[in-house]
């Protein structure tokens, strides 16, 4: 990546170089005086439409995370007088909270798991497109084209596949046939049970917590839906690892392992950080794939925080327990925004000037 | 890349590996799509044993009967919304921010950028009570609602994907509009705008495959009548109802048209995520 930015930016620079005078467009552009307004003419209705459904909402998030309130009588910050103010008990409830630890055990699974299938397997299929001389772009589309595909689709999709009557569900067919279909496996801490994909496929015992892999079988669908953005950012990458330094390295009697572990993959860092970052986002973010198919159950094997929240605020409306649903909400976002704060100041460097 | 010291050995094995993930990898789309043409009773029988004698489209006629209809109309509804919205904002907006100084830029583009990390569920949990502050909610303004809120999340999208597409216009061709006397609507109309076509059409794709996939927030804010294809699904999907028949159809019919979209136009949504993707 960083390659392409200092070759296609350059090009311009160049030409805005050359030709004399260099040109001052922002204070030609004041110059003109008269139109100052324009800007804020033009971003006016963005602006407008994002601070009501979005700056808005998130400050009451924020604001009615301090009060004890469910959704039958919302927090409303112009009536006072039916405020119950309960200071930080709802922070305090929710870290202490079983449900909690067990969804935010699950949500880190996914932070683990997620993003190294994606980085991993959008690698290998980059690095072999990059390497076939032709029909390269038929085999990117087929990789990318799960990347439309709603994630609730993909839940039922992939709720077939793993359908545990192996004369229904294909995944379970093959293993019927290769005789291991209902086996029941201990290697130490780790228990498989190939074939009840999403009701209990298997355990890893760590000690202090019980690694459900039932989480696995979710994580793939989403895998399935979200490679394709790896492997476009990955091959764009590639593109830019000059044919010279290939051959160069193939003429020093480097192989293909060699020249993809020493040329390629060097020269992708930046995509792969970007696919990383956002496989990170995506994986925080997680509902839809555990709402359609498994609702976090069974029992709460499955849970992420952010069907959690969705559940104390929505699913159980009598229960005063939406100022507990906006603590998750506001600790979920926190998360997210210093994971990716790093990642925020890369885009604002590049922002348009 | 294939040159002569390639053995032909590692070509067949690259294509090979190749071919084998790529089959793999369209198994689940191939299963929902036979098991959605054949009748449940051959489904049952495994839809591997490809018996095309019985393919049949009345599942999807029957799930469109049993209310599948309702819902794919309201998810052409709320996505041309959106995405017009989106569009039409986000230009005017983008624009702005690529080819114009003013107060407040780099705070204001911040606080849009955020839109892109924060998740939803930061506004999702007071937006019922305020859709009813606004008269949003119980009616076809759902409709307008719903394309307000995907407008806000797409908000981030628009200006930093748009904006590069602004950005890469050289200055002369707006310079010399200027000096021919064009007032900014001119230069912005005439020549910004055709000029950023492509990108706009590539934005319009990705927003309309964001906001058509969309199920947390229409589970959320809408109502029974307004609901979009995905909570359609969601709702039909049940494992204690035989019903995969109908499922699979419905879920056919929810992935058929961003892939058509897709199809007709993967240059341009490539294009665009690359743009978005890999600008950082």
């Known amino acids: ?101 067990n969804a935010a055990l699950n949500t880190a699974i996914w932070l683990l798991v997620f993003p190294l299938l994606v980085a991993a397997f959008s690698l290998l299929v980059s690095i072999l497109i990059w390497n076939v001389a032709r029909g390269g772009a038929v085999f990117r589309t087929t990789f990318v084209l799960p990347m439309t595909i709603s994630l609730a689709a993909a839940g039922v999709i992939w709720s077939f596949v793993y359908n545990p009557d192996p004369q229904v569900g294909m995944l379970n067919a093959v293993l019927d046939k290769l005789g291991i279909l209902g086996a029941d496996w201990r290697l130490g801490p780790l228990e498989l049970r190939p074939g009840a994909w999403l009701s209990d496929p298997g355990v890893l015992d760590l000690g202090f917590a019980d690694i459900r892999l039932t989480n696995l079988a979710l994580i793939v669908p989403a895998f399935w839906v979200f490679t394709g953005f790896g492997v476009i950012t990955l091959t764009a990458g590639l593109t830019a690892v000059s044919y010279e330094l290939v051959e160069a390295a193939k003429v020093d009697g480097a192989n293909a392992w060699q020249v993809a572990r020493h040329v390629l993959v060097p020269a992708l860092r930046g995509p792969l950080v970007v696919v990383v970052v956002v496989s990170v986002i995506f994986a925080l973010r997680t509902f839809d794939i555990v709402y359609v198919m498994t609702e976090g159950g069974p029992a709460q094997d499955t849970m992420v925080l952010a069907l959690l929240l969705w559940q104390q605020a929505f699913a159980f409306l009598d229960t005063p327990q939406a100022g507990l649903a906006t603590a998750v909400a506001v600790l979920l976002s926190a998360a997210l925004v210093a994971g990716s704060y790093r990642y925020l100041r890369q885009l604002l460097a590049g922002r348009p000037r | 890349m294939t040159g002569a010291g390639r053995s032909r050995r590692t070509v067949v094995l690259l294509y090979g590996s190749l071919t084998v993930l790529a089959l793999v990898w369209l198994v689940p789309v191939i299963s929902a799509a036979m098991i959605s043409v054949l009748p449940l009773a051959q489904t049952r029988a495994g839809w591997w044993n490809l018996s095309f004698a019985d393919v049949t489209f009345g599942n999807f006629a029957r799930a469109w009967d049993q209310g599948l209809s309702q819902y794919v109309v309201n998810s052409f509804l709320i996505t041309g919304l959106s995405v017009a919205l989106t569009v039409a904002a986000g230009t005017l907006a983008a624009y702005a921010y690529a080819r114009m100084a003013f107060r407040f830029k780099a705070t204001t583009f911040f606080l849009l950028i955020t839109t892109m990390i924060v998740p939803v569920q930061i506004i999702l949990i007071p937006m019922l009570p305020w859709f009813r502050t606004l008269g949003l909610n119980g009616g076809p303004q759902e409709y307008l609602g719903i394309a307000l809120v995907h407008t806000a999340f797409g908000a981030g999208w628009a200006v930093f994907m748009l904006g590069a597409f602004f950005t890469t216009i050289p200055e002369d061709l707006l310079e010399a509009a200027r000096i021919d006397g064009a007032g900014w609507f001119e230069v912005f109309r005439r020549i910004a705008l055709p000029l950023a076509v492509p990108g706009i059409v590539s934005f319009a794709i990705i927003d309309f495959v964001f906001v058509w996939n969309d199920l947390l927030l229409a589970l959320t804010l809408l109502g029974r009548d307004h609901q979009p294809l995905t909570v359609g699904l969601a709702n039909l999907q049940s494992p204690h109802l035989a019903q995969d028949d109908l499922v699979a159809a419905g879920s056919i019919m929810a992935i058929l048209p961003p892939l058509l979209l897709f199809a007709a136009l993967n240059r341009f949504y490539v294009r665009g995520l690359f743009a978005g993707a890999t600008k950082g």
């Open chain 1, 1 to 101: 990546m960083a390659s392409r930015h200092a070759t296609a930016p350059s090009v311009q620079q160049e030409a805005a170089r050359t030709q004399a005078p260099p040109p001052r467009p922002r204070a030609a552009r004041r110059a003109g005086g008269r139109e100052r307004y324009v800007p804020y003419l033009l971003i006016a209705p963005l602006l407008a439409i994002f601070a009501a459904f979005y700056l808005w909402p998130a400050l009451v998030t924020v604001l009615s995370s301090f009060f004890r309130w469910g959704l039958l009588r919302p927090w409303s910050p112009v009536e006072p007088e039916r405020w119950n103010f309960v200071g930080l008990a709802n922070y305090s409830e929710t870290l202490t909270d079983a449900s909690f630890w």
